[in-house]
């Protein structure tokens, strides 16, 4: 089965107040466990996204789509990143716990559709 591992906050306004080996050891952690995930033919896709403030947002507004500016979603709501695995529920639970036992911010497992 695939899930998609989703990382919420994690940049921009929510890292202040961390200590500079905090934020090293989060980069440490997600590169050693992409690479990890990788070595072990689980990951199916992963990637980080930029800060949400660098996004656009689509909405329907005066009866048509329009792209704005915003508003955002708070960034500890906003999706920093994701990895798509290809493993058990268990392990896609286990891989996010391990993330979120650092960073303290949620991660969403959500199985993908087949088909």
Request: aromatic share 8%.
């Amino acid at each position: 089965m695939k899930y998609m591992i989703m990382m919420f906050g994690g940049l921009g306004a929510s890292l202040e107040g961390r200590s500079p080996e905090w934020v090293k050891g989060l980069h440490e952690l997600m590169v050693t466990m992409d690479a990890e995930l990788k070595e072990a033919g689980e990951v199916v896709a992963s990637h980080k996204l930029m800060d949400p403030s660098r996004a656009t947002t689509v909405r329907f507004h005066n009866g048509a789509p329009a792209p704005t500016d915003g508003p955002f979603a708070e960034i500890k709501e906003s999706l920093a990143g994701y990895w798509i695995v290809e493993a058990t529920e268990e392990r896609a639970l286990e891989i996010a716990s391990r993330v979120v036992a650092y960073t303290e911010y949620p991660m969403e497992v959500r199985r993908i559709m087949e088909g």
